[in-house]
Structures are given as C-alpha cells and as structure tokens.
C-alpha cells in the first residue's frame, strides 16, 4: 500500500487503470435508455420502407399541373382515396390525382403531391370527412418528387444507424423501433455491494438514541449509483468490530459483486477497523488523499473485487464518490465520457481552503453572458443541507489557500448530464 499521499489526479489514474467495460447482455429495447450499446445496429430495411406523402392532398403527375395559378387552375379527375396504412389500389395516369392523407403510400403513376392548402378542396382542408370530389382544382405548379418521401431517405438497408458504445437515449429507441428491434446488447449493470458501518447507526424509519444518527450514506450512496447506471445492492450496517465488517465483506465477495463501497471506518481511530478487514482479504492499494473533503479514503481490493472505503461524514463520502467511484462505475458500464462538465465560474465572494484540493459546495448560474459561484452554504464535512442547496462543486487547487472574490475557478456541474455536455 502507498504510504505517501497521494494527488487526486494520481489517485484517480490508479483506479480507473483497474476497471474495464463489463461484458455485454440482451435487454428489451424500451429498457435500454441509458444503457451502453455494446454491439452496432444495422439497418434491416429501408426508412421509409415505401415512397408516401409528407401532407395531406393529392397525388399527381408534376407535368399535369406545371400551368396551374391561383388564377388559372388546372383541373384533374379525383380516381379514389388513399388513407394511410393501406396499400393503393389506383393508378394516377395524366389528367387524374388521387386524394392522400399524410403517410399514405404513393400510387403508382404519381410523382409529386399537391398538398391542400393548394387546392380548391375546403372539406379536406378543414378535416371533414364526406365524401371526396369527383373533381379538383390545383392552384399551385410544383415539381417531381414534391412532398414525397422516398424509399430509404431516413435509413437505408445496410446503414449502421447506432455504433457501439452509444449511449442509448429515448430517441435513439424510435429508431430501433421502426426498423422492429425489439432487444438489443447492451453492457451489464454494475452490481455495487454498499456497507455501512459504524456503532451510531440506525436505519432511516427509526428513532435516534443517545448518540445515534440516521445511516445517511447508505440511502444516498445507493441513490448515486443508481443515477450512474449500477445497481446497488446493500450489506446492511456492520457495527465496529473486525469480525463483523470482515463478514459483511466475505457476503459481498459470496454475491460476485463488481465493486464493494464502505463508509466509516478508514480514519486513525480505535473503532475504524475497515482497513484491517480489507487487508485480511486482499490489499489496500492506497490510503488518504490530498483533498478536502476526503482525506481518509482507501483504495484496494476484496479478494478480486475493486473496494472503495469512504469516509463516515456525509460530504466527505459524496465528494470521494463522485472523484472516484463515479468514473470507475461509467467505465464498468462502457461509458467513453468520464469527466464531469466543468465550467469557468467567477466567485461572488472569496473562498478559504486549507492547501488542499478542495471541493466546495457552491450555486453556480449563468448571468452577464457566464458563470458566476457563490457559496451553497457551511462547508464542513458534516453539513448537508449545503449539499442539497449545490449544483456544483468549486474547485480551488491544491496549495491555494485564499481565493479572492472576482476569481474564475473550475466549477464542477453536479446536475448537468455527462453525456450531452
């Protein structure tokens, strides 16, 4: 185990170097958003699969109507009525059109469409559904292919129409489902083990005794990995013995979990025994990091699988897992984007850190044409209700210790999608 504390750059390299794209399974389409494409998509068939109209008019032959004006209108034979979902049963031929509603197959014969609005046709034109002219009046000249769509103008037969590696998005699933893919593969869901320890807790529907908390980490630890694609899956609390975490530990390794998460427990004191457990079965890759909050966090493995021990304070546990935990859960998940969206942000007031990487909770908006921080409030490690305010983390370097107001720092978005920034 490194003894020497580490940046959080040189932190972060070491855990992301240990993590890869899980292997790959077949889910329903519409359970797919969000969901990493491990395989790329090739179109089965044309879209659109038939030539149809893009309004609602008449199917025609652009030569018939090349003289047609408001002022001189070219009349046409109306042969028969063309809905959509039906295949035609007419043949435009010169000096016929046939009525068609949008969507609606092409006739054979017809190369263009006159669209309503450019007819004398006021019934169709205000949606009433009696019976069609026997003859109508164009207005309007228009050229082959008019408001036609044609075979294969969207998609067509061959095309990869999503790589792999596509982060799956609702519009993405209108796609497959035209062209009728109704499963697809995407990469496995991290299974994220989360243990909480620490004599003081109890669960979030009971009363807090003398000296006891609510298990704050345990809810929220399992609502980020949810937002990051995992599935979390909880250890329960483990009191403050080694024999009780090394056994939460041994349950986590027995369900085959892609990473374990712990929190409390990896500080100097007598009761903070995760880091023995962890070594009982494994190996601590490192300990402590130079951020604020943070410090004491630990970075080794259960056996075979990745750990993450957290700190107990809520922030301090927030802040590690989204510097640390996050990428590695994308990453598992075949996430090619990792950073989070960062902004230039112009402090709205001076800032104090300790010479640490400091991650502060801020509120950023965008006024007079940027950014601008301002502070979401107390800034120790226990307060949460600052974190709740936040949409950002500030981040003032490492050795900067005072940061005047006007000062633009990087500001971590919390809220802002990774994957459209």
């Known amino acids: 185990m490194t003894t020497v504390m580490l940046s959080v750059s040189e932190a972060l390299a070491r855990v992301l170097a240990d993590f890869h794209p899980l292997d790959s399974e077949i889910v329903a389409a519409e359970s797919a958003v969000g969901r990493v494409l491990a395989d790329s998509v090739r179109a089965s068939i044309n879209l659109p699969p038939f030539p149809n109209s893009s309004m609602d008019g008449y199917a ?24 959509a979902g039906i295949s035609p049963t007419v043949e435009v031929r010169s000096g016929t059109a046939a009525r068609i509603m949008t969507g609606a197959q092409m ?15 006021s019934g169709m034109m205000m949606g ?6 026997s003859a109508v009046q164009i207005l309007k000249a228009v050229e ?3 408001f036609v769509r044609i075979v294969g103008e969207d998609v067509k037969t061959g095309d990869e129409v999503l790589a792999a590696g596509a982060l799956l998005r609702p519009y993405d699933l209108g796609v497959l489902a035209a062209l009728g893919v109704g499963r697809v593969p995407v990469i496995s869901r991290p299974r994220v083990a989360i243990l909480s320890t620490g004599d003081e807790l109890v669960d979030i529907d009971q009363t807090p005794g003398a000296g006891q908390i609510r298990n704050v980490n345990g809810y929220t630890l399992a609502a980020l990995i949810h937002k990051y694609g995992g599935e979390p899956i909880s250890l329960g609390v483990a009191r403050d013995t080694f024999e009780e975490v090394h056994q939460r530990l041994l349950a986590a390794v027995e369900q085959k979990v892609d990473a374990i998460i712990s929190s409390a427990g990896v500080s100097v004191g007598a009761y903070d025994v995760v880091k023995l457990a962890v070594e009982r079965e494994g190996a601590l890759n490192f300990w402590k990091v130079n951020m604020r909050p943070g410090k004491p966090l630990v970075y080794g493995r259960v056996r075979d699988i990745p750990f993450f021990g957290l700190p107990g304070n809520p922030v301090s546990a927030i802040v590690g897992f989204e510097i640390f935990v996050r990428p590695a859960l994308l990453k ?3 996430r090619r984007r990792l950073e989070k969206p960062v902004v230039k942000a112009r402090l709205a007031e001076a800032l104090h850190s300790d010479g640490r990487e400091s991650y502060l909770r801020a509120v950023v908006v965008h006024e007079n044409g940027g950014y601008t921080a301002r502070s979401a409030g107390g800034q120790g490690s226990n307060i949460v209700s600052a974190l709740a305010h936040s949409n950002a983390f500030i981040i003032v370097p490492a050795g900067v210790t005072e940061v005047h107001a006007g000062s633009t720092l990087s500001a971590w978005m919390l809220d802002w999608p990774e994957e459209i920034f």
């Open 128 to 133: 009433a559904k009696g019976q069609m002219p």
């Open 107 to 121: 006739p054979p014969g017809a190369d263009a469409v006159i669209p309503v609005e450019s007819t004398d046709d």
């Open 144 to 146: 082959v292919g008019a």
């Open 332 to 334: 598992l998940g075949g």
């Open 60 to 83: 025609v032959q652009a030569t018939d109507v090349a003289a047609a004006t408001a002022g001189a209108p070219v009349t046409l034979s109306v042969i028969g009525d063309i809905p």
